[in-house]
Structures are given as C-alpha cells and as structure tokens.
C-alpha cells in the first residue's frame, strides 16, 4: 500500500472519529477511536490529525454553517406562519362584522316589514 492511500485511509478515519464526536459531544476519543481502529496514545493522532487539521476544521465549519442556514429558514418559516396566522384574525374579524352587519340589515328590515303589514292592515 503506498503512502497516498495510507494517508487517505488515515484522514478517512479520522473524519469518521470527528463524525462520532459531533454527532454524539458525550462521548470521548478514547471511547470511540478503537472501533475505528484509530490510535490515540501519545502523539500518534497528532501525527495523523496534522495534515487532517485543514479536513477537519473545514468540515466543522460547513456543520456550523450549514446549522446556521437551517435555523435561519426555521426563523423565517415561523415569521411567515405568524403572518399567516394574523392575516387569517383579519379575515376571521372581518367576517364577523360583516355577518353582525348583516343581521342587523336583517332586523330592520324585519321591522320595515312588520311596519309595513300594520300600515296595510288598518
């Protein structure tokens, strides 16, 4: 095996090893690396993690970014939902109104005929 797949094998454990911590904070290194195979006695993960460094922070910067854009379209679901919601009182007050309008149309002219029938009736 030549050194290039070592080193890809190597940095593919350790992202592996990162994906557990991140996925799981509670756990540690130590609890998790030897499922992986990956040594963490002394300075061997240093000597693996090294050249993993730029991998790794760039991996947990698109977690955090990527974290950041699905808060952000939760925030802007629920505002619209709100909006929603507040337009829809609107309507539903409006209605009321219109329906309170109509009955009072409705008793009047309910009088206007009463008047009218004893008008005619005398």
């Given at each position: 095996?030549?050194?290039?797949?070592?080193?890809?094998?190597?940095?593919?454990?350790?992202?592996?090893?990162t994906d557990k911590v991140i996925e799981n904070p509670q756990v540690s290194l130590h609890s998790v690396?030897?499922?992986?195979?990956?040594?963490?006695?002394?300075?061997?993960?240093?000597?693996?993690?090294?050249?993993?460094?730029?991998?790794?922070?760039?991996?947990?910067?698109?977690?955090?970014?990527?974290?950041?854009?699905?808060?952000?379209?939760?925030?802007?679901?629920?505002?619209?939902?709100?909006?929603?919601?507040?337009m829809l009182k609107m309507e539903n007050n409006r209605s009321v109104q219109e329906v309170n309008n109509?009955?009072?149309?409705?008793?009047?002219?309910?009088?206007?005929?009463?008047?009218?029938?004893?008008?005619?009736?005398?």
């Amino acid at each position: 095996m030549n050194v290039i797949e070592e080193n890809y094998k190597s940095v593919s454990k350790i992202l592996l090893l990162t994906d557990k911590v991140i996925e799981n904070p509670q756990v540690s290194l130590h609890s998790v690396a030897p499922s992986l195979g990956v040594s963490v006695v002394g300075g061997a993960i240093g000597f693996i993690c090294y050249p993993t460094v730029p991998f790794l922070l760039f991996k947990l910067y698109r977690w955090y970014i990527d974290n950041l854009e699905k808060e952000r379209l939760l925030k802007e679901t629920i505002k619209k939902q709100q909006a929603i919601i507040a337009m829809l009182k609107m309507e539903n007050n409006r209605s009321v109104q219109e329906v309170n309008n109509l009955q009072e149309m409705l008793e009047i002219l309910m009088q206007t005929e009463a008047g009218i029938r004893t008008d005619f009736s005398v």
